[in-house]
């Protein structure tokens, strides 16, 4: 018996090491082009807008053998997202706010928030991303807020991932 305990005593250690932690887990999603028409170029600019803007998550373009995390389409609709859980989900660029004016930079790094668990957020505030369409056409910003990005690092923090999403779609 005492030998037993011994073993588990110095088995026990090293299970302790195996996973530290304060462990950083970095998630890797990728999104898909292949069907965002005349918007790829949009949605490249809005994957490199997150990549400089956090670090806990990357947003990279799928290559013939990764996976497919976030699904891309245009149409003549308002833009809009239909998440799954955390870090995947469809979104579409919508050609009635692109034709109203609205800046597509702008629009695709939106919809990839909601991808990445921010909610719409309607301040009016060209400096929130996700103001959405409550800030004035003229609005240029296509980066998350300091606020918004920090949200972003806790959703993604050591790869917890919420278990439930509450909305079905994102219409903005
Ligand atoms: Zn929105």
């Known amino acids: 018996m005492r030998k037993l305990i011994l073993a588990i005593a110095m088995v026990l250690p090293f299970i302790g090491m195996a996973v530290p932690a304060n462990a950083i887990q970095i998630r890797t999603l990728y999104y898909d082009t292949s069907q965002a028409q005349e918007f790829a170029g949009d949605w490249d600019t809005a994957a ?3 990549n400089k803007s956090v670090t806990d998550v990357r947003m990279v373009k799928r290559g013939a053998n990764t996976p497919v995390n976030v699904r891309i ?5 308002w833009p809009r997202t239909y998440p799954g859980s955390l870090g995947s989900g469809t979104v579409y660029m919508g050609r009635e706010a ?5 800046y597509r930079p ?4 939106h919809e ?20 959405g369409h ?11 807020s ?6 972003v690092q806790r959703n993604f923090q050591n790869g917890l991932v ?11």
């Open 48 to 50: 490199a807008n997150w």
């Open 73 to 77: 389409f245009a149409d003549n609709g």
């Open 98 to 102: 692109v034709n109203e004016g609205f």
């Open 106 to 109: 702008r629009i695709a790094t």
């Open 112 to 131: 990839f928030g909601h991808i990445l668990g921010l909610p719409d957020n309607r301040t009016g505030r060209c400096s929130d991303l996700m103001s």
């Open 134 to 144: 409550s800030a004035p056409i003229s609005c240029k910003s296509d980066l998350p």
């Open 146 to 151: 300091p606020a918004e990005a920090a949200q």
């Open 162 to 172: 919420p278990s439930t999403v509450n909305v079905t779609v994102y219409v903005d």
